[in-house]
């Protein structure tokens, strides 16, 4: 007889971005420390059948999973705190059920009968979650034991209303103790009074219980610490024990949000309530946490990244860009600076329409230790990612190029090394003499269109002496997942090697460049894929774990030393160990290990 499995739904209130997608990778990161397999599956509300059509500006940046999902950025997160690999049926959508519904009805599954949103909608809910909690997430392939599930949008939407149903009828179905409720809400604090506020909590609280899920944690989230008389007046007013109250106030790094949780007792909370199968033995992962916020607390040294893109306004375009950045630097015990710079302020149309905005960018730009061009789609700001990659070619500024800012990197070299002065990608101008970047789709005629390289590929390295590879471990092939649709045209290859432009990671086939490196350049590299997307806090990017090194001015020197940095970094895996329950080295050693 297998384990029954427990299942935490997380839900939020009172306004949406609340921090559920933290809260919720929190919870399972403290319950994986107890030894238990967790998975994560995220409900959106929206009628897109995946994220793969939004524009950064609506939920942020779309990200990739192995088998190619393009999925919500909280699966990012539960990736990153639960160092698991998802799949795309960990995100379940309107979409996805209504059209799993509608080919059901089409099919003739249903004989006849009327097809509604209660019984049909929300059992196809219910059959999704149970089938996808069993799906292996962890390396060894054994089925979780813990189910966390994120319910999108805030309490009360219209279209959120199926699953809440779907939920309340699934708590009665695997019963009580294997399913319970963690509601997630804000305590506002008016800066008039100061006196922090429960009204929108009782409120939401009130809706949830009205639509049949009674919380069994309600997770506040604040701007201080909750007063405990305010914790009383919640417990009263919404139908819970004062424990059950739990205070998530803003923190230093959101790394400290399981140690948070940790603190209050949500553990042994969840073993009483879900009946949990937890020896009572110190948690060593929790440490490596508690090492981690503890050193990204108390960092001195800067270290500053021109981050040139397009969708900088709102940095959670970016989110896995700027977390793949902040786990090398917080590697390499640097604070991190990131300046953003939209691209188009570069261009020389913007010095004669918003000079002062042009000088701006550039004074960011030269005065920044690295240069990051990350992905995007699109013509504009594209000339000025070329000014920039550019200026960080002449000055040897280390660069690292992603996807797009690698295919522009190409597209530089051509025109000012090569003397190709049209050269450009087809994708911005189809009538270019030197199509230096082109369309090169993947033959799979199906659903997604047919058109874009998603998920996982492998990567060759042509060649011994390359950095990345060095700083991948010396490993022959790296898999890492991609999201593109155009490639840099094999055919002009040789023009770039013989000037020291190399490709020096290919696909299987040698058809695709994968990886350039420039030869001559502290650290010039461009990839393909989407490196940022497998980065975790304990296990920094290579690609963006050198570009912080070389920013830093410690890329030769760590190279040298055979690819390993000094004792005092010990609970990143750059540095001998790895697994969290290796012992936890003090800080206190000499200052560089004699390698």
Known sequence: MTATMKYILVTGGVISGIGKGIIASSVGTILKSCGLHVTAIKVDPYINIDAGTFSPYEHGEVFVLDDGGEVDLDLGNYERFLDIRLTKDNNLTTGKIYQSVINKERRGDYLGKTVQVVPHITDAIQEWVMKQ?????????????VCVIELGGTVGDIESMPFIEAFRQFQF?????????????????????GEQKTKPTQNSVRELRGLGLSPDLIMCRCSTPLDNSVKEKISMFCHVEPEQVICVH??????????LLEDQGVVNYFCRRLDLPIESRPRKMLTKWKE????????????SIALVGKYTKFSDSYASVIKALEHSALAISHKLEVKYIDSADL??????????????AWQKLCSADGVLVPGGFGVRGTEGKIQAINWARKQRKPFLGVCLGMQLAVCEFARNMLGWADANSTEFDPETK????????????????????????????????SILRKL????DHVEERHRHRFEVNPELKQHFEDKGFHFVGQDVEGERMEVIELEDHPYFVGVQYHPEFTSRPIKPSPPYFGLLLAAAGKLHGYLQKGC??????TYSDRSGSSSPDSEIVEFKMPSISQD
Do not use: W
Request: aromatic share 4%; glycine share 6%; hydrophobic share 30%.
């Open 292 to 303: 981690m916020s503890d050193r990204s607390d108390r960092l001195l040294e800067q270290c």
């Open 347 to 360: 261009e020389p149309s913007t010095l004669h329409e918003e000079p002062v905005k042009y000088h701006e």
């Open 250 to 259: 803003d923190v230093s790094s959101i790394y400290r949000v399981p140690l």
């Open 173 to 193: 179905k695997v019963k009580r103790e294997n399913f319970c409720n963690i509601h997630v809400s804000l305590v506002p604090q008016p800066s008039a009074t």
């Open 434 to 465: 030197h199509p230096v970047v082109i369309d090169m789709p993947e033959h799979n005629p199906g659903q997604m269109g047919g058109t874009m390289r998603l998920g996982k590929r492998r990567t060759i390295f042509k060649t011994k002496s």
């Open 564 to 569: 390993r940095l000094s004792p005092r970094d």
């Open 133 to 145: 909690a069993k799906v292996p997430v962890d390396d060894d392939g054994v089925e979780p034991q």
């Open 472 to 475: 991948y471990g010396d490993a």
